[in-house]
């Protein structure tokens, strides 16, 4: 079943086609949904090219278009592009898998696109970033209701503020408050510092005040989306497992802002040109061939 194959996307049931051009991101990923499911996938890929340009979509929802546009590139057996749609999940999740159960064909043309990005068939250990909503205990809410990505510069100037900016995908409306914890590394517990979170804004950042920054190291982060009664629904990295930012000397440090995450990698030109592909050369003598080295073994996703 495509849910299985997509979880922890959450991508729900379909949606009017009426205001197609006006739709938000969320709207756009259920309508292509509908579409795969009626085994439209060239229309889906139409819309899911909508996602990728659509005002404020975040890169979790990017992310989930890719992956649904790798499963119809596998379907209409263009490997190329369905392996380069992988490769751009790879870039904003890299310890996504698939899970047991999904078609031959899907895996093997994953499998080509974790072996030209270098990553591993099994990824190492994760952080605690998607516990269920609930705080985790299993029958206190609904699993992976929750998406949280951060993101911040990879170095800092010694004795400045660091902004981490946060992309929050609660399609469920879930979360009350964000926090913020951090120290240098090394040094005691964490601090913390509390968001105020707008739920009608998939976004907010937070900055850590110079002072937490006053000494050349490393500075540590994690950052964590609430309930209401403060329970943890979803993390971008953990107590264990922090994202670093280097504190350097030279007050130029980087402006060259990452996602820990989630690599940009191209996203849109890349989505464009992919689309573009299976569009233009529909008909034409037969689906290109699989990276050299590769077999395409095409099996209709059941």
């Not at 992956?67 to 751009?88: I, W």
């Amino acid at each position: 079943m495509i849910r299985a194959f997509l979880a922890g996307f959450v991508l729900a049931l379909a949606f009017p086609t009426a205001a197609l051009a006006q739709a938000q991101p969320e709207a756009l990923l259920k309508q292509a949904e509908s579409f795969y499911e009626q085994l439209e996938y060239t229309k889906a890929l139409r819309v899911l090219i909508k996602v990728q340009q659509a005002k404020g979509v975040t890169k979790i929802q990017q992310a989930r278009a890719y992956l649904y546009m790798g499963v119809c590139f596998t379907a209409l057996g263009r490997a190329r592009d369905a392996v380069a749609a992988f490769k751009e999940v790879l870039k904003r999740r890299p310890r996504f898998r698939m899970p047991a159960g999904v078609s031959p064909s899907i895996r093997a043309m994953f499998m080509v696109a974790l072996k030209q990005m270098s990553l591993p068939a099994t990824p190492g250990r994760a952080p605690a970033r998607r516990p269920t909503a609930g705080g985790g205990s299993k029958g206190a809410g609904t699993s992976n209701a929750v998406d949280l990505d951060a993101r911040a510069p990879t170095k800092s100037a010694l004795g400045k503020p660091v902004t981490v900016k946060i992309d929050i995908d609660d399609p469920r409306k879930l979360v009350h408050h964000l926090w913020i914890r951090w120290r240098v590394k090394g040094g005691p517990d964490f601090s913390t510092i509390k968001l105020k979170y707008d739920k009608a804004t998939p976004k907010a950042e937070g900055t850590i005040p110079a002072l937490e920054t006053g000494k050349k190291g490393v500075l540590t982060y994690y950052v964590e989306a609430r309930g209401m009664r403060g329970n943890v629904l979803a993390r971008a990295g953990s107590e264990d497992e922090p994202y670093e930012i280097a504190i350097v000397t030279d007050k130029g440090g980087s402006s060259n802002v990452g996602w820990w995450l989630l690599g940009i990698g191209g996203g849109l030109a890349v989505a464009g040109g992919i689309v573009a592909a299976i569009l233009l050369t529909r008909g034409d003598s037969g689906p290109a061939p699989p990276p050299a080295g590769q077999t395409d073994i095409t099996v209709l996703i059941k």
